[in-house]
């Protein structure tokens, strides 16, 4: 789930999907849920899959990962 990882991503996201749907966008921590598979917006999510490979993803992770423990070495206790 880069699209929380990615902040461009995840606006882009967020501007699309009522184009595409009627109903609310339903989102957790590492997912998108929809109620009936008949409102899956297949043609975005090809869009959102097209939008960050599997290399960038773990670039991206990689990178938010060491900032996260960076800060949390340096935050006080």
Do not use: V
């Not at 967020?14 to 989102?27: A, G, I, W």
Request: hydrophobic share 30%.
């Amino acid at each position: 789930m880069g699209i929380y990882a990615d902040l461009k991503l995840l606006k882009w996201f967020q501007t699309e999907y009522p184009k595409h749907c009627k109903t609310k966008l339903d989102m957790g921590k590492s997912c998108i849920r929809f109620k009936k598979k008949e409102e899956i917006p297949w043609n975005l999510i090809g869009e959102l899959a097209k939008k960050i490979s599997p290399k960038n993803w773990i670039a991206l992770y990689e990178k938010n990962l060491k900032e996260t423990k960076s800060n949390q070495k340096n935050s006080p206790k």
